[in-house]
């Protein structure tokens, strides 16, 4: 059968990296390559005591069609713990989706055409390089350090006609890097000064080491700015909770579009999620989830310190599940990753991150499922091998 493909499901293609990465399910093979979660922060005991309730008490409504915009209750919750940031969220503001992958994908609708100018960081993630690349945008990469994005690349030239910038300020997937409070004043003044939409993805926000947070860019400019918020990493992402946090024009477009999409994110774990938030569950069960990464974030510096050769460079994340490696730029991360299967440890190449001007002597690391002895021998297999390339 000659499947009459669409142009735009024509254009995609299934990644290579992916195949290859295929075999790290196998349990002898170390693996920094997943962006999961720890499975062993998901909360069972709390999920099995609010869907008992649920179903007991309300059955009826949780397995019926809900509103497209979310359970009421859940948006008051949200527009309120926002509150608290700096700038009012009214629970108008607040649209539910079905995990915050489904809110890139309702705003690439709505904000993107054919040739549209999308302002992305230098790297960025990958899967909103996925969600936005359907629509077929002109990105511009703009330049960023080891601390984020520049404002200062953020010209006039660059900003004339674009639709969005996309920042990811808070433990950047992939780099775990944090944007300092003073760019992302500086960002908000630009969003201002000249009216562009910012989408500021945010699920790692939560996951600060030393639990202090730094104020998010729409609490610096609330007209301009598109919030995306997830439980999927202070919860667990197979619930597919996500949010964005908007104004009621912008909401109103992804209403529209979400009811073409899927009518509205599921009744059931909204309720589920609602019964577990609103008794303050969070605030005992997030501190555990940064003391674990924290532990594993250092259990893997130590291991880079101890087994990686000169000339090889890595970020020390303050927050959030990456650590960014720029290997001597002689080496190529994919054709190491091969290499690295056969060793039985991966990762994920840098490459795929950008969305112009890749970097191939980039990779990305994810310390939080391994155990902390096994980072130290997965770094120590990778070390060896790096040394060993560069070695000839
Ligand atoms: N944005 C970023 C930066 C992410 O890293 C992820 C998850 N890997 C997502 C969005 C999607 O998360 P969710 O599970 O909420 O759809």
């Known amino acids: 059968m000659q499947w009459p493909f669409s142009r735009r499901a024509k254009a995609l293609t299934s990644s290579a990296i992916r195949e290859i990465l295929k075999v790290t399910e196998q349990p002898d093979v170390i693996s920094f390559a997943g962006g999961l979660p720890s499975a062993a922060t998901f909360p069972v005991e709390a999920m099995q005591v609010a869907t008992r309730k649920v179903l007991g008490e309300q059955a009826e409504s949780a397995l019926q069609y809900g509103p497209s915009e979310g359970l009421g209750k859940l948006r008051e919750w949200i527009a309120k713990e926002y509150s608290r940031d700096g700038a009012e969220v009214r629970p108008s503001q607040v649209l539910l989706t079905t995990g915050s992958q489904q809110a890139l994908d309702l705003i690439a609708k709505a904000l993107i055409d054919p040739g549209s100018r999308v302002l992305v960081e230098t790297p960025t993630y990958l899967g909103a390089l996925q ?121 109103a477009k992804l209403v529209q579009i979400k009811q073409a999409a899927d009518l509205h994110t599921p009744s059931f774990t909204q309720q589920v999620i609602y019964e577990i938030v609103s008794q303050g569950f969070l605030t005992g069960h997030i501190p555990g989830i940064r003391a674990l990464y924290a532990e594993r974030c250092r259990a893997m510096l130590a291991a880079l310190e101890k087994h990686m050769p000169a000339g090889v460079h890595w970020n020390r994340p303050e927050g959030g599940m990456f650590i960014w490696v720029t290997l001597p730029e002689s080496l190529d991360s994919t054709e190491l990753l091969t290499e690295a299967i056969r060793e039985r440890v991966a990762f994920v190449p840098g490459a795929p991150f950008y969305a112009t001007a890749p970097q191939p002597n980039t990779l990305r690391l994810s310390f939080v499922t391994v155990e902390p002895a096994r980072i130290g021998e997965g770094i120590q297999r990778l070390g060896r091998l790096v040394a060993r390339q560069l070695g000839g």
């Open 131 to 251: 969600a936005f690349s359907l629509f077929e945008p002109e990105y511009v990469s703009v330049a960023s350090d080891e601390q984020g994005l520049l404002p200062e690349a953020l010209t006039p030239e660059v900003i004339e006609g674009a639709r969005f910038l996309y920042a990811l300020p808070n433990f950047q997937n992939p780099t775990g890097r944090r944007l300092p409070l003073a760019r992302r004043e500086a960002l908000a003044a630009i969003a201002r000064e000249h009216d562009l939409p910012i989408v500021e993805d945010d699920p790692y926000g939560e996951l600060d080491y030393q639990g202090e947070r730094l104020a998010s860019l729409r609490s610096l400019a609330p007209k301009q700015v598109i919030h995306l918020g997830s439980f999927s990493k202070v919860l667990a992402p197979g619930l597919r909770l996500g949010y964005v946090i908007a104004d009621d024009p912008l909401i």
